[in-house]
């Protein structure tokens, strides 16, 4: 049943309000995978300080890796998320993966920051080359995890496109995901990681990215009601 969105947008007997419900349901899948995205960050930021240096240089070394997985991820389903005959499938096929990569995050990085730390020790790494250790471990433990992460915002703004005008799906898509990604960042920092600890933050992160999965799901299962209807 592919391109199910256009299908009930190009049925006349539908009335148009009716996909305020899913296209309502896409943006709080995409608030709770924005949330998520952040909690990750904070987590994975600080769980690499505690092993490669919390020094302002490995700080933004490790944000750098973050956030240009998070640009190529983008990219990388931005060419391909209008050809998707279900945008919103996907997103809940990414949702689910997202939410297993965050599960086993945090001792996945901190093996990462032990393999750093042999590896310096063993080549009595200088004050550069210790940098640029600490460059390629950020991006190896960071760059592809957050590349996954990066791939949620076109592929649901593709999948808004087919419930809403184009202009409607961009700005609800893309204040629906700030907005998620300020509320994790504010809530990891403030409350999960100094409360629950990195290990039960990743798992908080984890738990988003599920629900973000299920409403997907639901937004998906009400554009087929209607789209049979």
Do not use: C
């Amino acid at each position: 049943m592919a391109h199910n969105a256009q299908a009930v947008r190009a049925t006349p007997a539908v009335d148009r309000k009716a996909l305020r419900l899913p296209f309502g349901l896409l943006l709080a899948a995409v608030f709770a995978a924005g949330s998520a995205s952040l909690v990750y960050e904070v987590v994975w930021v600080r769980q690499l300080g505690m092993s490669l240096g919390s020094t302002a240089i490995a700080s933004s070394v490790m944000l750098s890796a973050f956030l240009g997985g998070l640009a190529v991820g983008s990219w990388l389903s931005g060419r391909k998320a209008d050809e998707s005959p279900s945008p919103l499938k996907s997103l809940v096929r990414i949702e689910i993966a997202a939410a297993v990569i965050g599960a086993v995050s945090v001792p996945v990085l901190a093996a990462a920051g032990r393999a750093y730390v042999l590896v310096a020790v063993t080549t009595s790494a200088g004050s550069e080359t210790s940098l640029v250790l600490r460059a390629l471990f950020s991006l190896v433990a960071m760059f592809i995890p957050a590349a996954l992460f990066g791939m949620t915002f076109p592929v649901a703004t593709a999948a808004a496109a087919r419930l809403v005008d184009v202009d409607k799906a961009g700005g609800g898509i893309s204040a629906a995901s700030s907005f998620g990604s300020a509320a994790g960042a504010a809530a990891a920092g403030l409350f999960l990681e100094p409360l629950l600890g990195l290990t039960e933050s990743a798992y908080a992160g984890a738990s988003l990215n599920i629900l973000a999965a299920l409403l997907a799901l639901a937004a998906l299962t009400a554009t087929s009601r209607l789209s049979r209807g």
